[in-house]
């Protein structure tokens, strides 16, 4: 796959592993400073919360801008971000709004970053390798963040307080360095007739959403698995440990069982889609998440749940790879940052929405609900893209 790619994959590794340091230190330091649940919780919705504010247009933004300097200089601010937060541990300081507002920051350089990193893919990879391409950066990225990183994290925190911090920081400089040897310019070719204005721009973006019926169809699947999957995430702890009566080290099992499935699938994405095409492996992969929830919400086998979870896992690792490399290709060259921007912000909003709605449905029909809920949602999304790319207007999802 080249020499450049392999740099942004270097990068892309070497940050997730900060992130996944910091997903474990930073909610550390919040119980450090309050035990009140809600303001804890509160810091993954004002790290979520840019996508909704500014998600479409970051990906204007991704499309009038050089990609490779995006991904430069969100590596460098971010690194600037978290070094601030390492000098207030380090000084004593911290404190739980000064988190919320590193927790904000970080998340809105967030939506430029994951908006200009699957644009600038196509440009270093040839279009026959690009589920590899696409599979090795999230396999890459789900070791690093939901394996390595975390628990590396809450050793440096417990060892200083102030270490994991530094250690993301630094992780965000290295990423910038060897983003910024990768060879090339990857700003896209704006046609004369490319609306002038920003807003105009994402309204551009949108519109192409909405007229390739695949994209469209794309777009509302990633708003229904977001809804679908925060639903029952949101309250698995419960469903660990008060319906099949795991221990609190047990429900880490349950964690790394999904990490495990994801990896699996994002790397044996390329081979399925060579062997059964796109339009197959994403209306499979919908299902085969549909038939996980329901066992898991059926099942009081605690070994059942963790075969679950992993084939879970496994079909949303499939399910992301294939997607993003459909858009990919679909997309032209000028719209794929709106275009991201514009799935990434879907998604976000459906999964604000799901974790929402979780807790009540959990509350009013039993823990188990929430998985069961969504099952017929997953099974519609798989029988109505399958008839989106089967139709005369579709073009084919290679």
């Known amino acids: 796959m080249g020499r450049e790619y392999w740099k942004l994959w ?9 992130d996944g340091i910091s997903a474990a230190a930073l909610p550390l330091l919040a119980a450090s400073l309050t035990r009140e649940p809600g303001l804890i919780a509160g810091l993954t919705f004002a790290f979520t919360l840019p996508w909704l504010l500014f998600g479409l247009v970051s990906g204007a933004l991704v499309d009038r801008w050089d990609r490779r300097t995006i991904l430069v200089w969100t590596n460098v601010v971010r690194a600037a971000i978290v070094g601030t937060l390492a000098a207030a541990v380090l000084l004593d300081a911290a404190t739980l709004p000064l988190a919320y507002a590193i927790a904000f920051l970080h998340g809105s350089a967030d939506t430029l970053a994951a908006s200009a990193a699957p644009a600038l893919v196509p440009r270093l990879v040839t279009p026959d390798h690009l589920e590899r391409a696409n599979g090795r950066l999230a396999a890459a990225a789900t070791v690093n ?21 530094a250690a993301d920081a630094a992780s965000f400089g290295a990423a910038a360095l060897v983003v910024l040897a990768i060879r090339g310019r990857f700003r896209a ?31 509302a699947t990633v708003a229904v698995l977001g809804i679908v999957d925060a639903a029952w995430f949101s309250i698995l702890v419960l469903y660990a440990l ?16 999904g990490a ?46 963790l075969a679950m ?34 799935y990434r912000f879907l998604g976000v909003g459906g999964y604000s929405v799901g974790a929402a709605s979780g807790g ?27 008839a989106v790319a089967s139709g005369p207007a579709a073009r084919p999802a290679r």
């Not at 992969?285 to 749940?305: C, D, E, H, K, R």
């Not at 499939?318 to 275009?339: H, K």
């Not at 099952?375 to 109505?384: G, S």
């Open 189 to 219: 070719a704006r046609p004369r007739t490319d609306p002038t204005t920003l807003w105009a721009e994402v309204g551009a973006g949108l519109q192409l959403l909405w007229r390739e019926p695949l994209l469209r169809a794309l777009g």
């Open 360 to 386: 009540v449905v959990a509350h009013v029909l039993g823990i188990r609900a929430p998985f069961l809920v969504g099952v017929p949602l997953l099974v519609a999304a798989a029988v109505a893209l399958v």
């Open 309 to 342: 979870l992993a084939g879970s896992g496994l079909a949303f690792g499939l399910w992301n790879v294939v997607a993003v490399s459909v858009r990919q290709r679909l997309a032209p060259d000028e719209l794929l940052g709106r275009i991201n921007g514009a």
């Open 242 to 257: 008060d319906v099949l009566g795991t221990s609190e080290a047990g429900y880490g099992f349950f964690l790394a069982a």
């Open 145 to 165: 963040a939901e394996f390595v990183g975390p628990p590396v994290g809450a050793f440096l925190f417990a060892a200083a307080a102030v270490a994991p911090f």
């Open 260 to 305: 495990v499935g994801s990896v699996v699938g994002s790397l044996g994405a390329s081979r399925a889609t060579a062997r059964l095409g796109a339009s197959a492996v994403l209306a499979g992969a919908l299902l085969v998440a549909a038939a996980t929830q329901l066992v898991l919400g059926l099942t009081s086998s605690v070994g059942v749940a």
């Open 10 to 18: 270097n990068a892309s590794t070497v940050s997730a592993l900060g």
